[in-house]
T-cell receptor, first 115, second 114 residues
Framework: EAQVTQNPRYLITVTGKKLTVTCSQN?????MSWYRQDPGLGLRQIYY???????DKGDVPEGYKVSRKEKRNFPLILESPSPNQTSLYFC??????????????FGSGTQLSVL | KQEVTQIPAALSVPEGENLVLNCSFT??????LQWFRQDPGKGLTSLLL?????REQTSGRLNASLDKSSGRSTLYIAASQPGDSATYLC?????????????FGTGTKLQVIP
């Protein structure tokens, strides 16, 4: 089954404790990206990756890191989480065709609470 | 910078009514436009994908149209049901080669009353 898998589903942590949210896709998609969703602000893109070792900032990259060492994995790293990073996070992937994305597939989301 | 607006922000209709959700975007250099459904606290389910070369796409009771020149897409839901209650989001996928920032609208929250 084609899918994007995010882990964990729920995460509660404390300020300053480094954490990683994993994302993996089994569709051989070139493009992967991370979003956060906050009430009243909608979905905002954090980082995206066009392929292995190619990453770029989205609209809200501050406080986050990513890496793309393998095509299937795109982890999101919060090196020193703060309460304003409490949010619902989504990973998505897509095949690239020509100059655009064919269509986004989303993971189930990670609800992060930073105390 | 691409800006995507969805109107109305919320909508409450009686069961059986036909309804239209709107998505407007400011930059017409789009590759595809995708409509999603999101239930509270859940992930995004893709409903319809319209390629920039298409004018509309249909799936069951759903029909989405795209007019790049006017910067608009509409999602038409026929014979609405209580199970259609959810938030509907549109996403603009840019035609930009190596620069692939995806922009979402803030959504329309739909309630279908039995």
């Amino acid at each position: 089954e084609a899918q994007v898998t995010q882990n964990p589903r729920y995460l509660i942590t404390v300020t300053g404790k480094k954490l990683t949210v994993t994302c993996s896709q089994n569709m051989n998609h070139e493009y992967m990206s991370w979003y956060r969703q906050d009430p009243g602000l909608g979905l905002r893109q954090i980082y995206y990756s066009m392929n292995v070792e190619v990453t770029d900032k989205g609209d809200v990259p501050e406080g986050y890191k990513v890496s793309r060492k393998e095509k299937r994995n795109f982890p999101l790293i919060l090196e020193s989480p703060s309460p304003n990073q409490t949010s619902l996070y989504f990973c998505a992937s897509s095949k690239l065709a020509g100059t655009g994305l064919v269509g986004l597939f989303f993971g189930s989301g990670t609800q992060l609470s930073v105390l | 910078k691409q800006e995507v607006t969805q109107i109305p922000a919320a909508l409450s209709v009686p069961e059986g009514e036909n309804l239209v959700l709107n998505c407007s975007f400011t930059d017409s250099a789009i590759y595809n436009l995708q409509w999603f459904r999101q239930d509270p606290g859940k992930g995004l389910t893709s409903l319809l994908l319209i390629q920039s070369s298409q004018r509309e796409q249909t799936s069951g009771r759903l029909n989405a149209s795209l007019d790049k020149s006017s910067g608009r897409s509409t999602l038409y839901i026929a014979a609405s049901q209580p199970g259609d209650s959810a938030t509907y989001l549109c996403a603009v996928l840019p035609d930009s080669g190596g620069y692939q920032k995806v922009t979402f609208g803030t959504g329309t929250k739909l309630q279908v009353i039995p």
